[in-house]
């Protein structure tokens, strides 16, 4: 008998606002947040985001992350990549991929609810990534970054919750836009 199955939960179809700001900022279109209903994840379930887009950063200025949120860039961030730093070259419009999947450990009110999240994010703009002209390239960093893993900061599944994706930059020298993102949500209930 089969566990589960995989429902898309929301699929950007536009592509995200340009970000240029030094500031946390929602990176998706508005068909990029999803409302998860109260009550709706179980232990066991598995949350899947799927990100894609291009990025510009000046040489080793700052770091650049990406969060889902229980809203618009203000909420908990229940997945954080943490701060990548940018390459020692400048980058003009590369591409970024980021794949993570979260999975329910708990659920409850107030920070009871938490997820473990782990994934891979790629690109020639993170960490002294040699330009893919002169190689050898090995832009993909493990997320969240430089840490080891642990369960994500708890918030309340019994309340209906926005779910954002959002990029931070601690300087403004980096250029942004989330051309893909779904999210994905797998049942442990079973059919």
């Known amino acids: 008998m089969s566990l589960g199955y995989w429902e898309t939960l929301c699929s950007q179809y536009t592509d995200g606002p340009t970000l ?11 068909s990029g947040q999803y409302v998860m209903a109260a009550n709706r ?3 066991g379930d598995v949350l899947s985001l799927r990100a894609f887009g291009r990025i510009s950063m000046a040489a080793t200025a700052g770091s650049c992350s990406w969060d889902l949120s229980t809203s618009a860039a203000g909420g908990v961030k229940i997945f954080d990549t943490l ?4 390459n020692a070259t400048a980058q003009t419009t590369v591409p970024w991929w980021l ?3 979260g999975i329910v450990r708990a659920v409850g009110s107030g920070t009871s609810t938490n997820m473990f999240w782990g994934g891979l ?5 993170f960490i002294n990534v ?7 390239y090995a832009g993909v960093v493990s997320v969240p970054f ?6 994500g900061t708890g918030f309340d599944s019994t309340v209906a919750n ?4 959002n990029f931070t930059q601690t300087l403004a020298t980096a250029t942004q836009i989330c051309h893909n993102f779904t999210l994905s949500l797998k049942s442990s209930s079973g059919f």
């Open 83 to 86: 701060p990548i730093p940018g």
């Open 41 to 43: 994840l179980k232990v």
């Open 162 to 165: 926005t779910l954002s994706f």
């Open 99 to 101: 794949e993570a999947e």
């Open 20 to 30: 240029t700001a030094g500031t946390r900022a929602l990176a998706t279109h508005a």
């Open 130 to 136: 040699a330009a893919v002209a002169t190689g050898p």
């Open 146 to 151: 430089n840490v080891a893993p642990v369960v």
């Open 121 to 125: 994010i790629a690109s020639t703009a």
